[in-house]
């Protein structure tokens, strides 16, 4: 999935993946009834799993304490983060529907944009340039990095960011951020030790469910950070789940009734107002042939 970006196109034939003629990878055709033996399979081992996850999470929790327990090393930042919202896009599952849900939002308070690797692009799809886009800058489109916002490439601790070269390669310049932890973890940390007043989050992985699908075995960063930030959370992801507005044929009658009866008060108390209404009348008899 390395070599896969978001548009590109694949081609399967029978088990083979492939890109441009070239086979990438191999695979299982599914069907039905072989994806709910499987699907029955995982709830069996979901159990486990659950224990085997959660141990592992507080094993390296100890480990990666640090995260939480020192300031970030952050370069000079081109934005001001006291006293604003922070939105944090991340391409996690509904991302897009959440983000066109908070649109209102976005337009009313303006809050600092950060897109962390794809979730950049998903903020451009709707018309917003990011401010900061912070990641690995292996998941985002050039012209999204060209679009005039800081970049700062996720480094490991040592200092070492593979990032850069691809920076460097499309002639931009970045900043680095060195931590342990997943990129949407450091995004709100960094907010966070800004001074930001609020952090809002689309798309981002908080669950157990959201880290076996990307195969990780644990989610101690996550866990560390969520409980030094979790007082200026707000995880809107599901949103779009919450409340999906319907327009209902009551509502279109209700607006037409209200706007009938100011001209029915006119027609009473004005002769002219009365002649007009009858135009009217006939001329929609006419045209209808009543």
Known sequence: FDRLKDGTEVEINNEQIIINGLVIGRGTLLTYELFMERKKQAEKNYGQQLEKFIQNTMEYATREIDIVGKDLVLPKLKVNFRGRHTLIVVRGKDYREDLKVIQPYIHEVKPVLIGVDGGADALRDFGYC?????????????????????????????????????????????????????????????????????????????????????????????????????????????????????????????????????????????????????????????????
């Open 130 to 290: 990011p401010d900061i886009i912070f990641g690995d800058m292996d998941s985002i489109t050039d012209a999204t990095l060209k679009c005039g916002a800081q970049l700062i490439v996720h480094a490991y601790p040592d200092g070492r960011a593979p990032g850069m070269e691809r920076i460097r390669s499309l002639g931009l310049e970045a900043a680095i951020i060195p931590a342990t932890g997943t990129s949407e973890d450091v995004a709100m940390l960094m907010a966070y030790q800004m001074e930001t007043e609020l952090i809002v989050a689309v798309g981002t992985h908080s669950n157990v469910i959201d880290f076996l699908e990307k195969g990780r075995r644990g989610m101690a960063s996550t866990f560390l950070v969520r409980l030094k930030v979790g007082s200026i959370l707000v995880d809107a992801k599901g949103v779009s789940k919450l409340y999906r507005q319907k327009l209902k044929f009551r509502y279109i009658a209700q607006i037409v009734a209200a706007a009938l009866i100011p001209l029915m008060v006119i027609s009473v108390v004005s002769p002219a107002g009365n002649q007009l209404l009858r135009l009217i009348y006939i001329k929609l008899r006419l045209i209808f042939r009543l």
